[in-house]
């Protein structure tokens, strides 16, 4: 073998040494090693008999990751070792995992009654659609067609919306909050890159996604050792949703009959009569 050779040989081995020294973690990245178990149960209901249920009103909710309060489900952009935005973690259940199911928007692209199951080919085209672009040509100066796969990120999520059921429980004397379904919501845009509003990727039957939920932390900006998981974020409520539709006898939504300030009137009418429910009930 000649020096030259040799040499490469050598280089190579180098190469690769450093690359595996790299990949492994010879430094504690805080103050203390982090050493409770990161798979945790889930709390399951309190058990409901339909008897029971004394009242009950079907609600959606638009959660916009714009404001601050949300923006624990938007941020980290890119994942971190002990934390991730929301969408990374339903990607890993949708892919990494298969733990839950993504159901599509059937033919009129608003069904939200989870009847239509997406298999793993149409999964993949919608998290890695083709987007259309149109360029201009130097030589001929007209517009042509690009087509790149563009796959769908964090900062891609722009609001989430959530199915909800709203019960009084006679049983215990309790209002419950029980979500059904969430579906992350990215912008539409047309022919020349300008968004025209916005649509839903899919829906996932929350229940099922529970599990997976956690088991992945939510930053707390007041004391970081103490985390709280996606599922007890949305357990306890700590986001800000506006009320975008009520069950109706028309099944339309608020913005189907209200505009500007009414839209917001009503959305503030549902909220109030949804949290003074039980107070009424309980007036003497």
Request: hydrophobic share 35%; proline share 3%; charged share 30%.
């Amino acid at each position: 073998m000649n020096r030259k050779n040799l040499f490469l040989l050598l280089l190579s081995v180098l190469t690769v040494t450093d690359t595996l020294l790299a990949q492994t973690q010879t430094v504690l990245d805080g103050a203390y090693v982090r050493e409770h178990n990161p798979t945790r149960k889930v709390i399951a209901y309190p058990y409901l008999r339909e008897a029971d249920v004394m009242w009950s009103k079907r609600v959606w909710e638009e959660i916009d990751l714009r404001q601050k309060i949300n923006q624990t489900l938007y941020f980290p952009l890119d994942e971190l070792e002990n934390r991730k935005s929301l969408f990374d973690v339903i990607r890993i259940g949708l892919i990494d995992q298969g733990s839950i199911t993504a159901y599509g928007l059937g033919p009129t692209q608003e069904d939200d009654e989870f009847r239509y199951p997406m298999g793993q080919e149409l999964l993949d085209s919608t998290l890695n659609p083709v987007m259309i672009r149109y360029t201009e040509n130097l030589d001929t100066g007209e517009k042509e067609e690009v087509r790149n796969v563009e796959p769908i990120g964090s900062d891609d999520v722009v609001k989430y919306k959530l199915k909800e059921d709203w019960i009084f429980d006679k049983q215990r004397s309790e209002r419950y909050v029980r979500i059904i379904g969430i579906a992350p919501v990215v912008n539409k845009y047309n022919e020349s890159g300008e968004v025209k509003g916005t649509k839903e990727l899919f829906w996932l039957y929350y229940p099922e996604c529970r599990y997976i939920f956690n088991n992945y932390d939510v930053f707390n900006m007041h004391n970081g050792s103490q985390q709280m998981t996606f599922d007890q974020l949305f357990q306890m409520r700590m986001f800000h949703g506006t009320i975008i539709k009520e069950d109706n006898v028309f099944n339309r939504r608020i913005e189907q009959s209200w505009k500007g300030v009414d839209a917001l009137m009503e959305n503030e009418r549902i909220k109030n009569e949804l949290f003074t429910l039980e107070h009424d009930l309980w007036h003497y």
